[in-house]
C-alpha cells in the first residue's frame, strides 16, 4: 500500500470521529473572526493569529489584551495560565506519539482540548497506520477552526448591527461544559457535596478571587487557589492515589527489614 492510500485509509477511519469538533471549531471560529474584525483589526489577523497561536480559549483572551495597555508580563502569565492543561495532555499521550518520527512535532503543537479527547478515546482500526490516523485528526481539526475564523473575518467587515457580547460565546461553551460535568457526576442533592468537590472548588475559589481581586485580575489567583485546593484534595477525589501512598508506606519498612 503506497502513501496516499495509506491516508486515504486513515481519513476514511476518523473523519466521521471529527465531526463533532467541525460544528464547534465552526462557529466559534466563526465567531472569533467576527469579534476580531468588529474590534477594528485586519482581515489577515484572526486568519493568521488562528493559524500560529490554535489555543480558542487564548484567542478570545487576546482580542482583550491587544485593546489594553501593552504589557508583556501580563500577557505571558495569562497564555502560561491558561495553557496549563495541555501539561497534563502532553504526559497522558507520551506513548500514544511513541516513535511518530517527524510528525509528532506537529502532533504535539495541535493538541488542542478536542483534539486531545478523539486522539485519546478513538479506536484505530487494525491495518491502519496509527500516526497517519492521528496526523489527519489534528489537521482536519486546525482546517476547521482556521477556517472558522477565516469565514468570520471576512464577513464580519460586513456587519453593521451592535456586537456587544459576541465573546461572551466562550463563557458560554465553558458553562455548558461544567453543566455536562456536573450531570456526569451526578445529580442527587443528599451526595451532592461528595460528587461536585472538584466543580465546587471552582466555582468558590473563582468568586472569592472575583471579590478579592475584582473582575479585571481575578483570572490567574483563582486558577492558583483552584490548582492550590485540588491538590490538597485530592487523596479525597482519587482513593487510588491514597491506597498507593499507604501501600509504598507499609513496602518501605519491610524492605528495609529485608537489608
Not at 506519539?97 to 512535532?105: E, H, L, P, S, V
Not at 456586537?163 to 450531570?183: K, P
Request: aromatic share 12%; charged share 15%; net charge neutral.
Amino acid at each position: 500500500m503506497n502513501q496516499q492510500s495509506e491516508y486515504a485509509a486513515a481519513f476514511r477511519a476518523v473523519f466521521k470521529y471529527t465531526l463533532p469538533v467541525m460544528a464547534g471549531y465552526i462557529f466559534l471560529g466563526t465567531t472569533y473572526g467576527i469579534l476580531m474584525r468588529t474590534s477594528g483589526y485586519p482581515v489577515w489577523l484572526p486568519v493568521v493569529t488562528a493559524l500560529i497561536i490554535y489555543t480558542g480559549s487564548m484567542e478570545f483572551l487576546m482580542v482583550g489584551i491587544l485593546a489594553s495597555a501593552f504589557n508583556p508580563a501580563a500577557a505571558f502569565a495569562t497564555a502560561v495560565m491558561v495553557g496549563a492543561r495541555h501539561l497534563f495532555y502532553g504526559i497522558s499521550l507520551l506513548g500514544t506519539y511513541q516513535n511518530m518520527g517527524a510528525k509528532k512535532f506537529y502532533l504535539i503543537y495541535t493538541t488542542s482540548d478536542e483534539t486531545f479527547s478523539i486522539v485519546y478515546t478513538t479506536p484505530i482500526p487494525d491495518g491502519v497506520d496509527k500516526g497517519k490516523a492521528y496526523l489527519i485528526i489534528s489537521l482536519l481539526d486546525q482546517i476547521y477552526w482556521v477556517g472558522g475564523a477565516l469565514i468570520g473575518t471576512l464577513f464580519g467587515g460586513l456587519i453593521t448591527f451592535d456586537t456587544t457580547g459576541l465573546d461572551f460565546v466562550m463563557t458560554a461553551m465553558f458553562v455548558v461544559i461544567l453543566l455536562s460535568q456536573w450531570v456526569k457526576d451526578g445529580t442527587a442533592l443528599k451526595t451532592m457535596v461528595q460528587d461536585h468537590i472538584s466543580e465546587l472548588v471552582g466555582i468558590l475559589g473563582s468568586l472569592l478571587c472575583l471579590i478579592v481581586f475584582g473582575p479585571d485580575h481575578f483570572i490567574i489567583p483563582a486558577m492558583v487557589v483552584i490548582f492550590a485546593a485540588l491538590t490538597l484534595l485530592r487523596p479525597v477525589l482519587d482513593p487510588a492515589y491514597l491506597k498507593g501512598e499507604k501501600k509504598a508506606q507499609c513496602s518501605a519498612p519491610a524492605q528495609e527489614e529485608k537489608r
